[in-house]
């Protein structure tokens, strides 16, 4: 007797299902084939995705970064830009580079991360505004902000009217000295945000001399980023007063591989520091940040140099391009020619001051992301590349320096 039997295939055998199971399946395919959930949500249509990956062993936390975009995407309001974790995070058109997006980016080291937009109605806002006031254009977010004149104050005092410090508390002025020809200055917001915002001030004189500033404040970023173009009569100068209302009583800089602190009464000399784009290291008193501080306050406000290649034309500036920063804490900027760019940063003096014992202090860490090493500009290097090659060289492939290596004859005389 056996207990297993085979089935009868020599006749074919019809599955009879109810009815409603019937239906029930047949619903279910065509969901599928229709790419409708069971739960009925219908997948947002993928209108571009842009991916990112780490190769530097780096955290990216909070990067501006842009993507080139098809033109017909840019300024569609029916859009929504998801992370790699699926969540809405804020996005910017911009007109830059022919259209682009911008957005905050954030890479965990050695991993690639996935950006996708697709169809949708954005609901995120960062906290980002512009105000036009009477007298100037405001600036802010929640860490920091810049007022920026918008009247004939310009024309004695400069651009800048006020910086917003951590506790809230407003500093800063400054006094213009440009000989010569009378100037023209007009203000203009040429971006409003949710996630950036930029405004211009430009001076003018009938001459054919200029000085341009764009001030760039973002979202979530303790920083204003200023970038300047110039060409000036030779005693031409910005006198700024970046602690004004402020009364710092210490400074902080990186002096070697540690930060330093000192007392601005025990600085006597009229030039007090000089803030460069190039880290000298055997020059005391020289630095590309400086912070001020002051002992019964919680602030720390930190002027910071970028993007050294813009602060020297090669044949050109054969004059001093550095900043004087004098024992009165006022700024000297030169006006002469003929581009620089630098930083404004607010922090909280606890934290800027606390030992860091693998990594460089806080206001440098600031200057690394937004100048020495930014996302926007390391995500278009080219980390990978096609071919067999193990050790990509400039000059030379592994096989020929193996070859070299094989056929190398030492001459034992000439290692005396």
């Given amino acids: 007797?056996?207990?297993?039997?085979?089935?009868?295939?020599?006749?074919?055998?019809?599955?009879?299902?109810?009815?409603?199971?019937?239906?029930?399946?047949?619903?279910?395919?065509?969901?599928?084939?229709?790419?409708?959930?069971?739960?009925?949500?219908?997948?947002?249509?993928?209108?571009?995705?842009?991916?990112?990956?780490?190769?530097?062993?780096?955290?990216?936390?909070?990067?501006?970064?842009?993507?080139?975009?098809?033109?017909?995407?840019?300024?569609?309001?029916?859009?929504?830009?998801?992370?790699?974790?699926?969540?809405?995070?804020?996005?910017?058109?911009?007109?830059?580079?022919?259209?682009?997006?911008?957005?905050?980016?954030?890479?965990?080291?050695?991993?690639?991360?996935?950006?996708?937009?697709?169809?949708?109605?954005?609901?995120?806002?960062?906290?980002?505004?512009?105000?036009?006031?009477?007298?100037?254009?405001?600036?802010?977010?929640?860490?920091?902000?810049?007022?920026?004149?918008?009247?004939?104050?310009?024309?004695?005092?400069?651009?800048?009217?006020?910086?917003?410090?951590?506790?809230?508390?407003?500093?800063?002025?400054?006094?213009?000295?440009?000989?010569?020809?009378?100037?023209?200055?007009?203000?203009?917001?040429?971006?409003?945000?949710?996630?950036?915002?930029?405004?211009?001030?430009?001076?003018?004189?009938?001459?054919?001399?200029?000085?341009?500033?764009?001030?760039?404040?973002?979202?979530?970023?303790?920083?204003?980023?200023?970038?300047?173009?110039?060409?000036?009569?030779?005693?031409?100068?910005?006198?700024?007063?970046a602690v004004k209302d402020f009364g710092p009583d210490s400074l902080l800089w990186r002096a070697g591989p540690t930060a330093t602190t000192n007392l601005w009464k025990n600085l006597t000399d009229e030039h007090a520091f000089t803030l460069e784009p190039w880290l000298r290291w055997a020059s005391p008193m020289h630095g590309t940040w400086l912070a001020f501080y002051r002992d019964d306050s919680p602030d720390l406000l930190t002027i910071g140099a970028r993007d050294p290649s813009n602060w020297v034309e090669p044949g050109k500036t054969t004059w001093k391009y550095a900043i004087d920063v004098r024992n009165d804490q006022t700024m000297r900027f030169q006006l002469r020619g003929f581009k620089r760019n630098w930083m404004v940063i607010a922090l909280s003096k606890k934290d800027a001051l606390q030992t860091q014992s693998d990594s460089a202090p806080s206001p440098q860490q600031y200057i690394i992301k937004h100048s020495d090493l930014p996302l926007n500009r390391i995500k278009d290097l080219i980390w990978e590349w096609p071919g067999q090659v193990e050790h990509p060289r400039l000059l030379a492939t592994k096989r020929e320096i193996d070859d070299f290596k094989a056929n190398f004859k030492i001459d034992t005389n000439r290692l005396k």
């Avoid at 207990?3 to 969901?31: G, N, Q």
């Avoid at 219908?42 to 975009?69: H, I, M, S, T």
């Avoid at 690639?112 to 954005?122: A, D, I, N, Q, S």
């Avoid at 918008?150 to 005092?157: D, I, M």
């Fill in 1 to 241: 007797m056996s207990y297993f039997r085979l089935p009868d295939t020599s006749k074919p055998r019809l599955l009879r299902f109810p009815l409603w199971v019937s239906m029930w399946l047949l619903a279910l395919f065509t969901c599928a084939h229709c790419g409708i959930s069971a739960s009925g949500e219908k997948p947002a249509q993928e209108l571009a995705k842009f991916a990112l990956r780490d190769y530097l062993g780096r955290e990216w936390q909070n990067e501006l970064v842009f993507f080139k975009v098809d033109a017909a995407l840019v300024g569609r309001k029916d859009a929504v830009l998801m992370d790699a974790n699926g969540r809405e995070i804020p996005y910017q058109w911009s007109t830059e580079d022919n259209g682009s997006i911008a957005f905050l980016a954030s890479v965990p080291k050695f991993t690639r991360v996935e950006y996708k937009l697709v169809r949708g109605t954005p609901k995120t806002a960062p906290n980002l505004k512009v105000t036009q006031q009477p007298d100037s254009v405001e600036m802010v977010n929640d860490k920091t902000g810049i007022r920026v004149y918008r009247n004939s104050e310009a024309l004695q005092r400069g651009p800048i009217a006020g910086v917003k410090l951590v506790s809230g508390k407003w500093v800063g002025s400054g006094q213009l000295n440009w000989p010569g020809a009378p100037m023209d200055f007009k203000t203009t917001v040429l971006t409003d945000g949710p996630l950036f915002a930029d405004v211009e001030s430009a001076y003018t004189s009938s001459t054919g001399d200029f000085w341009k500033l764009r001030f760039r404040i973002i979202a979530g970023e303790p920083v204003i980023l200023v970038d300047e173009e110039f060409s000036g009569p030779a005693q031409a100068y910005y006198q700024f007063d």
